[in-house]
């Protein structure tokens, strides 16, 4: 087999393999070192790295609605794309004709809406068509709305890291629940988690708007480096700066990372990832400290870790853990 | 063998440019031009099956020569490579014909410049790429979809199918390596796009 036939399978093999759950931060050395082997090996993998993504950019034009938007129409909220909307105006666009959906997607704007979504324990890096990349974490939907004039995110559940493409004249502006984070920088992630938000700001800076009550709009601006947590509705948010931003995206190379924080908080968060449900049983136990850096989808190794470091009491069934002390 | 060396002129850019600026370049620049690559490869080499392997190894070479500084134009910076690679590798196959080695002396200055620079529209791209799609063996095509629109990892397709997640990982990996060879190389309604950054600078031949 020839030195490119080689390096094309094997990159296709790494392409797979970095999105599946299993991934961990030892693979990615891997690959890098693979990578610095040869510049066959760089051409190749970036190659289809380059083509699959765009994959995603392009599928996302055709699969969504393609809305146009009436003239001066100052779109707010989302009622006008709800879900029933979308699918209606999905069906609508699947039978159309070709020269029909050149004319509703000609001049005029044109929306182009799509919903991604990953199971427990998923996750995808996405292209959109404006050039900006999105990786979900686990159980988490966006839908995304790229026009000519706007781009809009709704963040309908779970947490997703947004890389955002550079462009002054369209606001990028992701929707979480009652609030709405406009970009004003580049590399973020948002998590919803009940009503909590968390915004971290991994460079450039994100404003956060609390949309709920139209009269009193809440605003703040989170700067790199900071992580912003908004509560509930009735609470203003609080920023904590010089937590390591990094170290909360950890997910993205499918790890966990915990600087001394409750086993019971330590176990809420195992459970996003896994369908087998850690519980932590006893108050004791579950205050309990927890730092480290650990496989998201490997419950199993830390739950060792629990039980040998700990002294901890574990049983396990094939769909819960449960933990006491 | 180093096929950037012969061709003396790269008219670089600026500094040394870091493994990101030179990945940034090659999808930006490089890709986009694959199908008036092959098309070159394809017109003076004999053995069609070799295209997609010399492709690459232009690009192999193309990266190295990159990495000194990254070139001003890229497309005459490329078809030289590609010219000095095949004329290297028919010296080594011992079929080296004078004719070959002239016609190959001078890079093709009238290539078809907004073939060559395509840049779809997107319903263009679209329709291309669901032509992709439809090459695809329709097992292939159901396991791509199950990935890229319903986000399936693996495992969960594998478990949906009933097959293993090696006959997954397989047809996965092919249907990529398809989608892929079909997008840079098909053909498409040609635009012209307005670039931004360094592209700006690039002096046209």
Redesign the interface.
Known sequence: M????K???RA??W??AQ???EWTDADGTALDAWLAE???N???Y???E???R???R??A???GAVIPAEKGEHRRGLGWLAPAAIAASLTAVIGLG?SQ??RI?GPSETVVAER????I????KLGL?DGSRVE?NTASVVRAAISDNHREVWLDRGEAYFEVAHDKTRPFVVHAGSRRVTVLGTKFSIQRAGDKLIVSVLDGRVRVDDTDDIRAVRSMIITGGDIAVARGPAEPATVKSGEPVEDSLAWRRGMLSFDQERLGEVAAEFNRYNARQMIVSDPEAADIRIGGMFPASKPGVFVRLLRDAYGLKIEETPDTIHISD | MDDTAEHGRKDSAGPMPNDEAIRDWFCREVLPLERSIARFIRRNWRVADDVMDLTHDVYAAALAGARTGLPLNTRHYLFTVARNHLINRAKRARIVSFELVADLQTVPQEIDLLEAERHLHAREALRHFHAGLEKLSPRVREIVSLRKIEGLNVKETAEKLGVGKDAVNHQLAMGMKALADHMLGGTGKIVRRKYSGRRDREVEP
């Open positions: 020839s030195q490119a036939r390096a094309r399978d296709a093999q392409i797979i999105e599946q759950p040869s510049d066959m760089k051409a190749a970036w190659r289809l380059h083509s699959w765009e994959a995603d392009i599928g034009l055709g699969r070709t959906l050149s997607a991604f979504a990953t199971a324990g998923g996750h995808r068509p979900l």
